[in-house]
């Protein structure tokens, strides 16, 4: 956004104006989280700056809350290290079911639902998005009555298939965008060669979709490690996760290892992110559009 | 497939066309929908089956059905205007001294006690009182053990907690309930919460949605109008928050807000404030309106900015070059084309908002606390699921009614994610 040479004075004032809000909004976006990842690093069990972390000490600085976190430092807890590791292991085990499962039956009903013969698109479309928008507290009261009568409640297999459902969105949702203007003759060419509809959906359709699918299956996955409501319902203490363990920390007494925590996940979202803008673009390159 | 050639097109194999290509079409949308029907099975086992079964507790009033079937049964013929027959009070006798037996006769008084003060005593005295009685008749002795069996209005408010269905949670829902004579009345002063609950849940949504409109606006344009190479930067900015976790950025609010937080601290520092008159910003409404609106600021940035990126810039050249200045350009060529990613992206923060849970409870402290968690709250804490179905049931109707007009609007198809 340069400005062109005519702009008069008043519109220099507006555009730097216009910026300085920009900045303001970006800072907001953003100061949240950059805020948390020094702060890690306090060697005071406090969660402000001390003065020596201003000064850039770095006796100010220190990773005791890492090593309390990841279970090698002596830990102010009893074993806190260890009640960490068993949340992340859990969280990971849970994730990466729930994830198959959603991108599974998601992808499949995406390529169902881009066919312009399905029936009763629209309505089957809207139900299936509906776990997204639904309020969380609202799915979670109505699992836990419901699992709790099949003997689901308290087990893997059952938070598994709750977090599944509420990643199913997200799957539908991106395959879909990325099979709006599939070139469909690219089917037929594959038929007409001979092909079966099953070999042309691994050889034909599949390898132009990926990108799509795995953008959704990483949605699908970080919904799954971020979820807390559900598991608050549905699970007990053997299906801990990382998101129940810092929220119980927050709503009881609020330790600085789940600032540790929090760079931690901040790390992990940003590796994600950075995978799913390169499959976007990756998309979007395979399908012929321009990058934007 | 009827815009196909006249009378009839035969096959080699006599068939019609017009039959093998309908016949075709048939098998292709069968096809299609096989393909959606395991995870159109799966959202409804997993997702759609509960919440309905849910649903049906706000309604459902079990409790004197199981413990006196044949009581609610013989109360049912029943007509309410004088006393019960004999017949209904040997029933009555007989049931009670059952619950006595099985020591269930606290449960039935505690649930005739919700609508009518005293009931649990009416019962609990009974395991004395009917000791003394052998026979009958049963009518007289009852009302000579406790003179309310001889009221009418004990007898309409048994009748009336004994309905298998019951409006009472959706009434309670409303600061509203059943009087002895079975009227609508409002909840005493000190009870009404819930209509204050809803009106300020829904307040706290407009209030998010119009911040993040009015933080986000300014940025989905600057990203829209920008180079591809600045811009693709400031998307990931705005994206980054979407994918970091729930939890790490309410933490970081109250990081940032608490009194003894970082930013009491700076201002402290800059002398703004002295060190007794550090300000309380979290564990208020402030603490959710602030933390909301950054949290749901992508969804509403995400919507505008798809929109605003089709808007052609030589559009707002040509209109300067045209002699309007960058204002009046800026309301009559971008403002009015870029009125629909308003719209979609502000519907989207309601809904959202409307239902949000963690961070209020987070960061809410009383004041910020919205009806979601009024939800948790008699799910978890006073166990009255009733209530609490009856609380979502609301709630899932309105925010089912945002949902519908999001679709008949923006259309579902165009849900953005990144």
């Not at chain 2, 003179?147 to 949670?169: F, H, L, Q």
């Not at chain 2, 959706?170 to 609508?184: H, Y």
């Amino acid at each position: 956004m340069s400005l062109p040479a005519y702009t008069g004075t008043l519109g220099r004032v507006w555009h730097y104006t216009f910026l300085a809000i920009c900045g303001f909004v970006f800072f907001l976006l953003m100061a949240p989280i950059l805020v948390i990842i020094p702060l890690s690093f306090n060697a005071e069990p406090y969660f402000t700056f001390s003065e020596g972390m201003v000064r850039l000490d770095p006796e100010a600085y220190s990773l005791r809350w890492y090593e309390d976190v990841l279970g090698f430092g002596e830990g102010t807890g009893a074993n806190r290290g260890h009640e960490w590791a068993f949340a992340a292991r859990n969280s990971i085990v849970i994730a990466i079911f729930a994830t198959l499962i959603a991108t599974t039956i998601g992808t499949l009903a995406a390529v169902g639902l881009s066919r312009p013969q399905m029936p009763f698109r629209r309505p089957i479309m809207a139900l299936l998005i509906s776990p997204l928008i639904v309020p969380i507290i609202i799915t979670a009261a109505g699992m836990f009555f419901f699992y709790s009568s099949v003997g689901l409640a308290y087990s893997h297999l059952g938070v598994v298939l709750a977090h599944a459902a509420i990643g199913t969105p997200f799957v539908v949702i991106t395959v879909t965008a990325t099979l709006v203007g599939f070139d469909e003759t690219l089917i037929r060419a594959s038929s007409s060669l001979g092909a079966q509809p099953l070999r042309t959906f691994f050889k034909v359709i599949l390898p132009l979709i990926t990108p799509g699918i795995v953008s959704g299956a990483l949605f699908a996955f970080i919904t799954s490690f971020d979820e807390v409501v559900l598991i608050y319902f549905l699970a007990d203490a053997d299906q801990k996760t990382i998101p129940i363990q810092m929220w119980s920390g927050l709503r009881q007494q609020i330790s600085p290892s789940i600032l540790a925590v929090a760079t931690l996940l901040i790390t992990f979202s940003v590796i994600l992110l950075v995978a799913v803008e390169l499959l976007r673009r990756r998309s979007e390159r395979l399908r012929g559009m321009s990058p934007q | 497939m009827n815009t196909l050639a006249q009378p009839q097109t035969i096959m080699i194999d006599g068939v019609p066309l017009k039959d093998q290509l309908a016949k075709a079409e048939r098998r292709k949308q069968i096809t299609a929908f096989l393909l959606v029907a395991p995870l159109l099975v799966f959202i409804i086992f997993t997702f759609v089956i509960p919440i309905g079964n849910m649903l049906t507790r706000s309604v459902d009033n079990p409790r004197m059905s199981e413990l006196m079937p044949d009581m609610v049964e013989s109360l049912e013929e029943w007509d309410g205007k004088e006393l019960p027959s004999e017949a209904i009070f040997e029933v009555m006798f007989e049931e009670i001294n059952r619950n006595i037996e099985t020591s269930t006769i606290g449960r039935v008084a505690t649930h005739v006690n919700y609508n009518m003060a005293g009931a649990r005593s009416l019962f609990l005295k009974s395991k004395r009182k009917f000791k003394k009685i052998s026979g009958p008749p049963y009518k007289e002795q009852m009302i000579a053990g406790d003179k309310r069996w001889g009221e009418v209005r004990t007898w309409r408010i048994i009748k009336a907690v004994s309905d298998p269905v019951t409006a009472a949670y959706f009434l309670n829902a409303v600061d509203r309930s059943f009087d002895a004579e079975g009227n609508i009345i409002q909840q005493p002063e000190q009870k009404r919460i819930y209509v204050t609950l809803f009106l300020r849940t829904l307040w706290i949504s407009a209030l998010v949605t119009l911040l993040t409109l009015i933080l986000g606006y300014p940025i989905a344009y600057l990203i829209s109008t920008t180079p591809p190479r600045i811009s693709n930067l400031l998307i990931i900015m705005v994206l980054l928050p979407f994918w970091t976790s729930l939890l790490v950025r309410t933490t970081s609010w109250i990081v940032l807000l608490q009194t003894q937080g970082v930013l009491n601290d700076i201002m402290v520092w800059l002398g703004v404030l002295s060190e007794e008159g550090r300000i309380q910003m979290i564990y208020n409404l402030n603490g959710t309106l602030v933390a909301m609106t950054q949290i749901l600021l992508p969804f509403v940035v995400l919507p505008m900015y798809s929109v605003m990126k089709t808007i052609p810039l030589s559009q707002l050249r040509a209109s300067q070059s045209l002699g309007a200045n960058p204002v009046i350009t800026f309301f009559k060529i971008f403002w009015p084309q870029s009125i629909p990613g308003i719209g979609a992206g502000g519907l989207l923060v309601f809904v959202l908002s409307v239902g949000y849970y963690i961070t209020p409870a987070l960061v809410g402290g009383a004041s910020g606390q919205m009806i979601s968690n009024q939800i948790a709250f008699h799910m978890r804490s006073s166990l009255n699921w009733g209530l609490a179905a009856a609380l979502g049931t609301i709630l899932l109707v309105g925010v089912m009614a945002l949902y519908w007009l999001y679709d008949r609007i923006v259309g579902i198809d165009n849900m953005k994610l990144g």
